[in-house]
C-alpha cells in the first residue's frame, strides 16, 4: 500500500508526519519511507541511516545527427515542449524542455534523432533500524523534478519488499505534487488551522477529486488559528485522521534534526489514529 503525505502549501509539516509516521509504522510494520521532494529532500535530516546503495537517475534526450538529417524541420512540428528547433541549417536541442516522449525520434524519417541518456540526478537508499529510506535529489541545475519522482517512486517497487510506503510529497498543485500522488492508494493532506491553510487545501481537495483519489486531513499545530478548516471539512464530508497539538516542545526538538514521537504522549496518540485509518483503509478508493 502507497500512502502520500501531500499538502496545498509549504510549511505544513510533510516531512515532520512522514518522517515521524513511518519510524512508528516500521517498529511494526515493514515500512518504506520515500522523499520525493526531490528539488530540497530533506526527510534524511531526520532518518540518519545507514547508506545500501546509490545509483544516478537519467533522463532520455534526443541527440541530433546531422549526418542524415533531411532538415524537414518535423521534429520542430512534433514537439509541444519547444525543445526542438530548427534554425536554417542546424538543429538544436534543449534537454531541459524535453519531456522524453520519443516523438521526434521515433518519427524521423533518417534517425537522426537517437535518444541518449542524460544525468538529472540520484536515488539513493539506506536503513534506520527497521524503516527502509528512498531519496530522490535533482541535480543542480536541472529544471524538471517529473522524471526523477517516477523514478524515485518507482524503486521500492523493484528493490524491496514493504507492505508500507510513506511518501513525502512536494507541496502545491503543480506536476511535481500531482506526479508524486498519481499512484497513491491514500493521501493524507496536512494542513494548518490558518486562513492560508485552508486556502491551498482547498486547492489540493479540488486536484485530488479530479484524479479520483481517496484522501483524508490531518491538521498540524492545532491550537492557533481557527477552527475554519474542521468547518471546511465537515462541510464536505472530508474526514480529519488527527489533529497534532501545537506544541513548542515539539518544534525545538524537531529543529535539532531529532524524530519525536517516542517523547510525546499526546503525539505518539494522534499517530496512532493514522496508523489505524491507514491499516484499517486498506487501499481502497
Request: glycine content about 6%; hydrophobic content about 35%.
Amino acid at each position: 500500500m502507497k500512502v502520500a503525505i501531500a499538502s496545498g502549501k509549504g510549511g505544513t509539516g510533510k516531512t515532520f508526519l512522514s518522517t515521524n509516521l513511518a519510524a512508528y509504522m516500521s517498529e511494526s510494520i515493514p515500512t518504506v519511507l520515500i522523499d520525493l521532494d526531490v528539488e530540497e529532500p530533506n526527510s534524511g535530516l531526520f532518518i540518519k541511516g545507514e547508506l545500501l546503495y546509490s545509483e544516478p537517475a537519467y533522463k532520455q534526450c534526443p541527440d541530433w545527427d546531422k549526418q542524415n538529417c533531411l532538415m524537414c524541420g518535423k521534429c520542430q512540428s512534433l514537439c509541444n515542449y519547444h525543445a526542438v528547433i530548427k534554425v536554417k541549417d542546424e538543429i538544436f536541442v534543449f534537454p531541459e524542455l524535453c519531456h522524453s516522449c520519443y516523438a521526434c525520434s521515433e518519427l524521423c524519417q533518417t534517425d537522426s534523432l537517437p535518444m541518449k541518456k542524460k544525468r538529472i540526478g540520484s536515488i539513493t537508499h539506506y536503513k534506520f533500524n527497521r524503516l527502509d529510506y528512498v531519496e530522490g535529489r535533482l541535480d543542480i541545475g536541472q529544471e524538471q523534478a517529473v522524471p526523477l519522482i517516477s523514478q524515485t517512486n518507482d524503486f521500492p517497487a523493484k528493490h524491496l519488499q514493504n507492505v508500507i510506503s510513506i511518501c513525502d510529497c512536494p507541496p502545491g498543485t503543480a506536476c511535481p505534487a500531482i506526479e508524486s500522488v498519481k499512484d497513491a492508494d491514500l493521501v493524507i493532506l496536512t494542513t494548518e488551522p490558518t486562513p492560508f491553510g485552508l486556502h491551498d487545501l482547498k486547492l489540493i481537495v479540488k486536484s485530488l477529486i479530479i484524479l479520483k483519489k481517496k484522501f483524508a486531513v490531518v491538521v498540524n499545530k492545532w491550537g492557533v488559528g481557527n477552527d475554519d478548516v474542521l468547518k471546511y471539512c465537515e462541510s464536505k464530508n472530508i474526514t480529519v485522521v488527527a489533529k497534532i497539538p501545537n506544541d513548542r516542545r515539539i518544534a525545538e526538538e524537531y529543529s535539532m534534526g531529532n524524530l519525536v514521537y517516542d517523547n510525546f504522549g499526546l503525539f505518539r496518540t494522534e499517530l496512532d489514529k493514522i496508523k489505524n485509518y491507514i491499516l484499517n483503509s486498506g487501499g481502497k478508493k
